[in-house]
C-alpha cells in the first residue's frame, strides 16, 4: 500500500540524515514500528473533554508540533494535552 510505502521511504530518509550525515533530525509517524531512534512512533490518540476523539495520525502533528519546540534537553514525557481527558 502506499502509505506503508511513503512511510518506509521517510523512515529510510531520516536514517539517511542522522546516521550518513550526521544530523540529528526526527520525524514523527503514526502506528509505524521504526524501531530508530529517529523515529517518533505515535500509536496512541487523544479523547477531548467533549467527547472528540483525535485519531493516532492526527494526534502526530500535535507530537510533531511538541517535539519541534522543545529544548534539546527537555524531556516530553507526562506532557499534557490541553483539553484532553
Known amino acids: 500500500n502506499t502509505s506503508a510505502q511513503l512511510k518506509a521511504t ?3 530518509f531520516v536514517k539517511r ?3 550518513d550525515q550526521g544530523r540529528k533530525v526526527q520525524g514523527v509517524l503514526p502506528n509505524y514500528e521504526a524501531n ?3 523515529i517518533i512512533n505515535v500509536t496512541s490518540g487523544v479523547v477531548l473533554e467533549d467527547g472528540t476523539e483525535i485519531t493516532p495520525a492526527k ?3 500535535w507530537v ?3 517535539s519541534a519546540g522543545a529544548n534539546f534537553n527537555q524531556s ?3 506532557v499534557e494535552y ?3 481527558v
Open 10 to 12: 521517510f523512515v529510510a
Open 17 to 19: 540524515l542522522r546516521d
Open 36 to 38: 530508530h531512534e529517529g
Open 59 to 61: 494526534a502526530t502533528a
Open 64 to 66: 510533531a508540533g511538541a
Open 76 to 78: 516530553l514525557t507526562f
Open 82 to 84: 490541553e483539553g484532553a
